[in-house]
Nanobody, 115 residues
Framework: QVQLEESGGGLVQAGGSLRLSCAAS????????MGWYRQAPGKQRELVAT???????NYAKRVKGRFTISSDNAKKTVYLQMNSLTPEDTAVYYC?????????WGQGTQITVSS
């Protein structure tokens, strides 16, 4: 089992910035991909950004240019730097990790962007 612990959520004004962290622990052998997803009220969970073990990144169109995903492999931690936040970014943000064909999820952290 892999456990994911997120931190860094909260309330921010439009135009502001936040940084999320997700630390992985447990039976970690070789995590293939880590990433962030989000789910707004009444909407489906959607991809925000992912990063492979080799550092390849992928972003949703809505966040490209504003959000940056990065990782510290030694610390088994992935980060999401979010800039120029808008109320449309309000959601619960979930950390995700894929290892050996299995997916793991964090408990989620709330991001609220006020206008």
């Amino acid at each position: 089992q892999v456990q994911l612990e997120e931190s860094g959520g909260g309330l921010v004004q439009a135009g502001g910035s936040l940084r999320l962290s997700c630390a992985a622990s447990g039976r970690i052998f070789s995590i293939n991909v880590m990433g962030w997803y989000r789910q707004a009220p009444g909407k489906q969970r959607e991809l925000v950004a992912t990063i492979t073990g080799g550092g390849r990144t992928n972003y949703a169109k809505r966040v490209k240019g504003r959000f940056t995903i990065s990782s510290d492999n030694a610390k088994k931690t992935v980060y999401l730097q979010m800039n120029s936040l808008t109320p449309e970014d309000t959601a619960v943000y979930y950390c995700n990790a894929a290892q050996s064909g299995k997916e793991y999820w964090g408990q989620g952290t709330q991001i609220t962007v006020s206008s």
